[in-house]
């Protein structure tokens, strides 16, 4: 299956922004999910197809992919955003693939 | 609003069965693509199976680690997902959430998860 990597933590000040990254071959031509899970609870889909943002989730959360990386990006940030967030990738050639999931610190 | 709820989920010794289920609200349950996706304690997210709408085939496809030995089933009249899981082994246990795959992709919607424990 499609291989995902992800920082296992990023940390981040309140107010600054956080960026989180997802490797995989040729992932630019992928469409890439994001998914936050805060502990004890389900995760939640914060990006979709790369961009966009399903309805409710705030617009400091954004994403992009190019390349080799896809890149989710949470500006002004919150401790309430303090979460592990998982990328994901399902090609219509294998089975639906989850990055390693990263720790977010907020200091 | 969407609402998933799974049940079923318990303790089991290694080599057994059990049958998740999975109830579905707020939605088109017949035109929905449909996810199992579990989580090991302390680990990351595992892709389980899905099920296609009858519409699109009502076909199913499975993660490896699963073949041969888990089913997903579903039954449109009561809007439920089912999960059935035989030759149980420690490796399975997990929380088992249910999703649904509106665009086919992605994981939109999830249940808050049943806790299956496979241990002697």
Redesign the interface.
């Known amino acids: 299956s499609y291989v995902l990597t992800q920082p296992p933590s990023v940390s981040v000040a309140p107010g600054k922004t956080a960026r989180i990254t997802c490797g995989g071959n040729n992932i630019g031509s992928k469409s890439v999910h994001w998914y936050q899970q805060k502990p004890g609870q389900a995760p939640v889909l914060v990006i979709y197809y790369d961009s966009d943002r399903p309805s409710g989730i705030p617009e400091r959360f954004s994403g992009s992919n190019s390349g080799n990386t896809a890149t989710l990006t949470i500006s002004r940030v919150e401790a309430g955003d303090e979460a592990d967030y998982y990328c994901q990738v399902w090609d219509s050639s294998s089975d639906p693939s989850f990055g390693g999931g990263t720790k977010l610190t907020v200091l | 609003e969407v609402q998933l709820v799974e049940s079923g989920g318990g303790l089991v010794k290694p080599g057994g069965s059990l049958r998740l289920s999975c109830a579905a609200s707020g939605f088109t349950f017949s035109n929905a693509w449909m996810?199992w996706v579990r989580q090991a304690p302390g680990k990351?997210?595992?892709?389980v199976g899905r099920i296609k709408s009858k519409t699109d085939g009502g076909t199913t496809?499975y993660?490896?680690p699963v073949k041969g030995r888990f089913t997903i089933s579903r039954d449109d009249s009561k809007n439920t997902l089912y999960l059935q899981m035989n030759s149980l082994k420690t490796e399975d246990t997990a929380v088992y959430?249910c999703t649904t795959n509106f665009?086919?992709?992605?994981?939109?919607?999830?249940?808050?998860?049943t806790l299956v424990t496979v241990s002697s």
């Open positions: 996810s990351g997210l595992e892709w496809d993660a490896a959430y665009g086919h992709k992605a994981f939109d919607y999830w249940g808050q998860g």
